[in-house]
């Protein structure tokens, strides 16, 4: 059984570019969330879908926006790249909405470096 | 403010010796904490989850505590191994408005060297 995968793995955009990243959860996993991983640092919570829906938002800018498909993959959309987007992209699944007392497995995410 | 401070920044370590990390946080209400282990480059892994209730959890040569009170965790590793070495992460989430938002540390680097 497949995990979470993502695409691309790699990925270099021009400043001002826009840029979209693909998710597919587990199969039967109905929630997606997404986070941003800068060199060094933890990864920062980007957004949750649960069923297409919106159950979560970190504080990112409103150049970032996500949806998920009815068939529970998801894709993040970053408009008017900075330099500081350039980091590694995570993907995140579970079968339930809440992210409670439920694990999430992360996919191996998309670099994305922006000169 | 909602924050995760994990210490040490960076750890180097023998082989076959024990180790143990740290993590504080401010982070309320508080749902859950977890453990995750990142290998560079790839996706985190998880190791435990403790909900406010549980004080320790075990996952094989990891063990987590949790001290609500305190608002602090450990992750202490048995016997270690090369194929420790990694980013390990501690996270908490909280809950807000009928969602569940996790706050991430920034890890700490464990080296096991030979």
């Known amino acids: 059984d497949a995990g979470v995968t993502q695409s691309p793995t790699h990925l270099i955009k021009t400043r001002g570019q826009h840029v979209t990243l693909r998710c597919s959860p587990i199969?039967?996993?109905?929630?997606v969330s997404w986070y941003q991983q800068v060199l060094g640092q933890g990864p920062q919570f980007i957004f949750q879908?649960?069923?297409?829906?919106?159950?979560g938002r970190g504080n990112f800018p409103d150049r970032f926006s996500a949806r998920q498909f009815p068939n529970y993959s998801s894709e993040l959309n970053v408009n008017a790249l900075l330099l500081g987007d350039s980091a590694l992209y995570l993907c995140?699944?579970?079968?339930?909405?809440?992210?409670?007392?439920?694990?999430?497995?992360f996919g191996s995410g998309t670099r994305l470096t922006v000169v | 403010k909602n924050q995760v401070e994990q210490s040490p920044q960076s750890l180097i370590i023998l082989e076959g010796k024990n180790c143990t990390l740290q993590?504080?946080?401010?982070?309320?209400?508080?749902?859950?904490l977890r453990w995750y282990k990142q290998d560079t480059g790839r996706g985190p892994v998880s190791l435990t989850i403790?909900?406010?209730?549980?004080n320790t959890k075990s996952n094989g040569r990891y063990t987590a505590t949790l001290d609500a009170d305190t608002k602090q965790s450990s992750l202490h590793i048995t016997a270690s191994q090369l194929s420790d070495s990694a980013s390990y992460i501690c996270?908490?989430?909280?809950?807000?408005?009928?969602?569940?938002?996790?706050?991430f540390g920034r890890g700490t680097s464990l080296i096991v060297h030979p």
């Open positions: 995140a699944s579970s079968q339930v909405e809440a992210l409670m007392n439920y694990g999430y497995t």
């Open positions: 199969s039967g996993h109905k929630s």
């Open positions: 879908y649960y069923e297409k829906e919106e159950r």
């Open positions: 993590c504080n946080y401010t982070v309320s209400p508080f749902s859950n």
């Open positions: 403790m909900t406010f209730s549980e």
């Open positions: 996270v908490v989430t909280r809950a807000s408005g009928g969602s569940y938002i996790p706050t």
